[in-house]
Every structure is written in structure tokens, then in C-alpha cells.
């Protein structure tokens, strides 16, 4: 892709590391490192989508966007859900940070049980089934 800034990484190896990153974050016990770990395989998802249906038109002006507008502006089907991973994107950088107490173990739960939804969305939404 002309204009961009670094190699992207095909769909198929975000989706993989999308799946990995969910079942890191299964298997995490602390909360704040479940919501952090599930976000980023949520934003790893919408990379998926980006790298198939961005397209470069050059540098850009102004501020960077976001993946999660990026996605909504790309992926209309998908807005709903950028905009639910855009809302959650200050308590992740929270929790990466290891603030106590930002996030309950059920917010940890019901994000990683989103960003598993998600995941599947974006696999039918590109047309792909990752085995796993």
C-alpha cells in the first residue's frame, strides 16, 4: 500500500493473533491484564478489516485517527462495535498501566466475551474461518 508508514500484516496473521491474544487473555486471572489483553485482540480484529479494505490515498492531514474510526469509516456494518472498542479504549490504557482497581473482573469477563463476538464477526465479515 503506497503512503503508508511500515509493512501491514496480512488479515489472516492479525485474525491468528487476534485468537491468541483471546485465549492469553482466557487464561489471565488478574482483571485490569484480561480487559487489557481482550482489547487489543478486539483492536487486532479491526486491523484484519483495515488491511483489507483501507485504502492509502497518500499522506494523510490533520490528526491520526484511530483504528476504531478508521474501521467505522471503512466498515459501516461495523460501527456499533468501533464505536463499543473506542468507549473502552481509556480504561485499557488505564489497566496497561496497572492502575488498581479500573477494571472489575465482570468488565474482564464481558470484554473478552465481546471481543470473542467481535472476532467472529470481522471472520464472516471477511469471508474467513480461523481453525481454533
Same mark, same amino acid.
Given at each position: 500500500?503506497a &503512503?503508508?508508514?511500515?509493512?501491514?500484516?496480512?488479515a489472516?496473521?492479525? +485474525?491468528?493473533?487476534s485468537?491468541q491474544?483471546?485465549?492469553?487473555?482466557?487464561?489471565?486471572?488478574?482483571? &485490569?491484564?484480561r480487559?487489557? +489483553?481482550s482489547?487489543?485482540?478486539?483492536?487486532?480484529?479491526?486491523?484484519?478489516? +483495515?488491511?483489507?479494505?483501507?485504502?492509502?490515498?497518500?499522506?494523510?492531514? &490533520?490528526?491520526?485517527?484511530?483504528?476504531?474510526?478508521?474501521?467505522?469509516?471503512?466498515?459501516?456494518e461495523?460501527?456499533?462495535?468501533?464505536?463499543?472498542?473506542?468507549?473502552?479504549a481509556?480504561?485499557?490504557?488505564?489497566?496497561?498501566?496497572?492502575?488498581?482497581?479500573?477494571?472489575?473482573?465482570?468488565?474482564?469477563?464481558?470484554?473478552?466475551?465481546?471481543?470473542?463476538?467481535? +472476532?467472529?464477526?470481522?471472520?464472516?465479515?471477511?469471508?474467513?474461518?480461523?481453525?481454533?
Open positions: 500500500m &503512503g503508508t508508514s511500515g509493512p501491514v500484516l496480512p489472516a496473521t492479525l +485474525l491468528q493473533l485468537q491474544g483471546l485465549r492469553e487473555a482466557a487464561a489471565t486471572q488478574a482483571p &485490569g491484564e480487559y487489557a +489483553l482489547h487489543l485482540a478486539a483492536l487486532r480484529a479491526a486491523a484484519a478489516v +483495515l488491511s483489507c479494505r483501507a485504502q492509502s490515498t497518500g499522506p494523510s492531514r &490533520g490528526r491520526p485517527k484511530s483504528a476504531w474510526v478508521l474501521l467505522a469509516q471503512v466498515a459501516p461495523l460501527l456499533e462495535w468501533a464505536q463499543f472498542f473506542a468507549a473502552g481509556r480504561k485499557r490504557a488505564a489497566a496497561e498501566a496497572g492502575m488498581a482497581g479500573v477494571v472489575t473482573p465482570r468488565e474482564a469477563d464481558d470484554l473478552l466475551r465481546d471481543a470473542q463476538s467481535f +472476532l467472529s464477526v470481522v471472520e464472516t465479515t471477511l469471508q474467513v474461518r480461523m481453525a481454533g
